[in-house]
Every structure is written in structure tokens, then in C-alpha cells.
């Protein structure tokens, strides 16, 4: 497991024995809207590669991965 991986396992309410669960939010008019995007629910984590964006918006926002 690689320090990203290590910490989203952590920190990432997404993070679940090494797959996503896929919820994701947006911001609509003032709404919060949730929704499980099917490109990342129950398929591996993909930190490591730099393409999550729930990991790169919210959970690395304020915090120091490195």
C-alpha cells in the first residue's frame, strides 16, 4: 500500500477495504447534492493515479498527504 493510499484508508469517507463507494457531491444553486458515480463504486481505489476527484477536492483540500 503507497503513503496516498495509506492515507485515503485513513481520512477518505469513501475508502473501504480498498474500493470507493462512489458518492459523490456537487453544489447545485445553493443545494448539496449527492449522487454514487458508477465509474468509481466498488472498483478499486484509484488515489495512487491522481484521478479522484472527491480525494483531490475534499480530502486532501487542508490536508498534508506528503
Known amino acids: 500500500m503507497t503513503k496516498t493510499e495509506s492515507f485515503a484508508r485513513k481520512k477518505c469517507a469513501n475508502y473501504n477495504?480498498?474500493?470507493?463507494?462512489?458518492?459523490?457531491?456537487?453544489?447545485?444553486?445553493g443545494q448539496i447534492k449527492m449522487k454514487i458515480d458508477s465509474e468509481y463504486a466498488g472498483k478499486d481505489c484509484k488515489?495512487?493515479?491522481?484521478?479522484?476527484?472527491?480525494?483531490?477536492?475534499?480530502?486532501?483540500?487542508?490536508?498534508?498527504?506528503?
Open 17 to 29: 477495504v480498498g474500493k470507493c463507494l462512489g458518492v459523490m457531491f456537487s453544489r447545485i444553486n
Open 47 to 66: 488515489v495512487d493515479y491522481g484521478n479522484c476527484s472527491y480525494f483531490n477536492q475534499i480530502v486532501t483540500r487542508n490536508a498534508n498527504v506528503n
